[in-house]
């Protein structure tokens, strides 16, 4: 048995590579800010910034466009996604959106009061943003572990049980609407919940009358891991397992980005018919008619079509495993990173990699994407202090236990060789990585700071001497 098996996929089309050398991405990271996020995707040469919308489609996807319904109201492809949906996770309603921020600000909005309370299992940037911008605050009630890099657990994206149980007697049941629960947990490193932590936590949950919705954006990842590390499940097929994993849920947002194998789109899906109805009365004036939601027919048909193929197992362990490839390489050479690897990306331990510089001033991580970026052509995203943002009342930095920079692998778009080359540029650049400038703000904005913020160097290059 080969121990890693090659792209279950053979390739069809290909998209030529930016190519710039070393002084034009000096020149292209310093107009960026020092922030990936604002580099043009020509200027990189392999992008793993986000796996977001950044899939590749199948034959079968692109055949399924041509088929696209653009009617205004009432497109079939609307139905035939509504009709996958419901048979793949099990829930009764779903209502379409242009993303999965779409569907968290129509959740958000139409069950926090203000004052309310929202646990989940670590925050997550946009889910987090519609939680408090709703009046609500969040409550962190991951287990401690996976807010160490260190820590090796097969499940570090569960709930502790006593931590949530705490919430409840602290601020009562009513005063928390629902809990979040994220299938895998990406900041933590897409690191999965498993089955019997789901199954506890709608015990609990339910007990009190709390709703549980689900983050189903990386869901089908979760499932791999639960079939390949809980016992009593290897035998399951994804799509069973998927299913299990929803009948304890009461609904979920989705990122359509990531798990559904295409390039744009969401949707929230739930049970209770009373919020569905307010639920799309919401679209209407947000997304578009109920029947598209802000996507196009062609897009929704691409989307119904890359969910069914992404519970394949070929599909899926092959992903997962492109990405313990890279985590293996990389620990091999020492570098520090969040173990165990994760569903979609390595997350490397920025604060260890640059042991000089000092989280709260110099912003390690953000400072080590550029670097990376400035070294090799290889774009990555900050995960650290810049990402997490500010208290939203105290105005205080949120200081995050993780401060990483995250590789995060698009779906069916790089090749083992690929992921070669990105291990030997981070192995190389952790040779001079004390060569590496921290960063100061040159523009912070108010909100998801992350997405547009500017810095510059503080010692005035990047990365001295290169
Ligand atoms: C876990 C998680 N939840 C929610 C979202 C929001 O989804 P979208 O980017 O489609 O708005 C993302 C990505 O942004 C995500 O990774
Ligand atoms: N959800 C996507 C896109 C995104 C990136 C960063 C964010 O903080 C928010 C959204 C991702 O995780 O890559």
Redesign the pocket.
Known sequence: MMRFAPEPFKIKMVEPMGNLNKEERKEAIKTAGYNTFLLKSEECFIDL????GTNAMSDRQWAGLMLGDEAYGGSRNFYHLEETVRELFGFKYVVPTHQ?RGAENILSTLTIKPGDYVPGNMY???TRFHQEHNGATFRDVVIDEAHDPNAVLDFKGNVDLNKFQALIDEVGADKIPYICLAVTV?LAGGQPVSMANIKAVSEMAHKYGIKVMFDA?RCVENAYFIKTREEGYEDKTIKEIVHELFSYGDGCTM?G??DCLTNIGGFLCMNDKDLYIRATGMVVQYEGMPTYGGMAGRDMEAMAIGLRESMEFNYISHRVNQIRYLGEKLDAAGVPMVKPSGGHAIFVDARAFLDHLDQKTDFPAQALAAAVYEYSGVRT?ERGII?AGRDNKTGENHVPKLETIRL?IPRRVYTYAHLDYVADAIIQLYQVRHDISGLKWVYEPEV?R??TGRFEPKNGELIKGF
Do not use: E, V
């Open positions: 910034l986000t796996d977001s999965g997550f940037t946009t990406n954006t990122s980005k990531k995203m990402s995060t998801l992350f997405f």
